[in-house]
């Protein structure tokens, strides 16, 4: 469930997004994505994230550092009592078009414009650079022009689950909460129109749910605070299996649905065409 610039096999993902009043950046929302990934092009791969927000430095992401488990831990409180869905290191300086820099296997592009993405990638070390289809990054101006768009470069022929992506932003629209969640593992731009197979977890929180909404998160006592802080008390999630096909696109809820509890509001958001 995801876009790469190059065959790849991903399973086992997890998606999350929170929706938090953050004492020092207000309100923001938190996303985070994990998989097990495998790449099967002839050399380096990266995996494309759009970011509904316009705000995205390479501060804004949040190291898991020793808890590389947080976003299982999210699953394992909700997976007794969901069911199956129906239907850093800088390495430039000052504002730049690309923002370069390292987390956790990935080497990680930021950019409001995909097309200057190109430019940027002699920046990434050589076994991590992949080769980028301008058809593809096309696909992301035209549709995606309000996002930020994140390349994660990677090169591992073996299976490996890297640790989670996390990070904040203020969102382009506080009360929808948004996952991308787009398919393609060519390289290509991804077809809008054909079904794609499914095999994730989709996990939501809100820190305005009343009391006893959600199930609780079993946090280690050892985490560092600067990380728990940004992390939720109680979520909510919803499984989605490998014998369901769903239309491409992202997942969405409106925040008043989440704060029900109505995960059939869940819904399957396909970009707008031009």
């Not at 002699?122 to 650079?129: D, E, G």
């Not at 390349?151 to 382009?172: E, I, M, Q, S």
């Not at 398919?183 to 794609?196: F, N, Q, R, Y």
Request: charged share 20%.
């Amino acid at each position: 469930m995801c876009i790469s610039t190059g065959e790849a096999a991903f399973s086992g993902t997890i998606v999350y997004c929170g929706r938090q009043h953050h004492p020092v950046h207000g309100l923001i929302h938190v996303l985070g994505y994990q998989n097990t990934a495998v790449n099967l092009a002839d050399g380096p791969n990266a995996m494309l994230l759009h970011v509904p927000t316009r705000q995205l430095t390479p501060e804004h992401f949040l190291s898991a550092g020793r808890t590389g488990d947080v976003l299982h831990r999210m699953v394992a409180a909700v997976e007794p009592v969901a069911a199956a869905a129906d239907d850093v290191a800088w390495m430039s300086e000052g504002p730049q078009p690309v923002q370069v820099f390292d987390h956790d296997i990935y080497t990680v592009l930021l950019a409001a414009d995909p097309t200057v993405v190109p430019v940027a990638l002699r920046q990434v070390p050589p076994h991590r650079r992949p080769e980028l289809d301008p058809e593809l990054l096309g696909f992301y101006a035209d549709h995606f022009a309000d996002h930020t768009i994140a390349v994660c470069c990677f090169d591992n022929a073996d299976a490996r689950r890297a640790k989670p992506l996390l990070l904040w932003y203020p969102p382009l629209d506080p009360d929808r909460l948004t996952v991308p969640a787009l398919d393609s593992h060519t390289g290509a731009a991804p077809d809008l129109d054909t079904p794609v197979p499914v095999d994730h977890w989709v996990l939501l929180s809100t820190d305005q749910a009343p009391t006893g909404w959600g199930e609780s998160v079993d946090y280690p006592r050892d985490m560092r605070h600067s990380l728990r802080a940004f992390l939720p008390a109680a979520v909510v999630g919803r499984y989605y299996g490998r014998e369901q096909s769903l239309l491409n696109g992202d997942f969405t809820i409106r925040h008043r649905d989440l704060l029900a509890g109505d995960l059939n509001r869940i819904e399957r958001q396909q970009p707008s065409r031009r």
